[in-house]
């Protein structure tokens, strides 16, 4: 594990995927049935493009994505929005990507947080339109903490799939 510059920030992996350009992945919980295989299928796309993206791949529709994503060979960025694992805590799926340097695990929060409630998924959701050059959205639910997220970014460059 390194600490970037910012005292704050905890990396695991090739650090040097941050200077890529990045798409940045994010979902509300509630995904209408028809948004999943749209997320596949964009997930699908841009393993096969070898886009970076990133994303805090918490949901089981993002881990979804982030298995289409392993498949291929360009580099992901996975944002914790709890303490960064050991190197012997890592599990399994991912020692190998991170190994081969196509996966880096960056956590932007204190690394004293073992679980992740609102606050720290707002800083994680913040780190991720703050470094991506545009943003996918697989659903956005108005009432939720995206849609406010969104609010607080006039100049974000996003899409929504659903």
């Not at 914790?80 to 020692?95: C, D, G, N, Q, V």
Request: glycine share 6%; charged share 20%.
């Amino acid at each position: 594990m390194r600490k970037s510059k910012s005292a704050q920030i905890a990396m695991l992996g090739d650090e040097s995927i941050l200077d890529l350009p990045k798409v940045g992945f994010l979902s509300s919980r509630k995904v209408p049935p028809a948004a999943v295989m749209k997320c596949y299928d964009w997930a699908t796309e841009m393993r096969d493009q070898g886009v970076c993206v990133m994303g805090g791949f918490q949901s089981p529709l993002e881990r979804d994505v982030l298995t289409f994503l392993l498949q291929g060979k360009q580099p992901v960025i996975w944002v914790l929005a709890h303490k960064l694992w050991t190197e012997k805590s890592i599990p399994r799926p991912y020692r190998e990507p991170i190994a081969a340097g196509r996966l880096l695990v960056v956590s932007p929060v204190a690394q004293s947080v073992a679980r992740v409630d609102a606050r720290t998924a707002a800083i994680r959701n913040r780190y991720i339109l703050e470094l991506s050059e545009r943003v996918v959205f697989a659903a956005i639910d108005s009432a939720g903490a995206l849609a406010r997220l969104i609010g607080g970014c006039p100049n974000l460059k996003f899409q929504v799939l659903a």
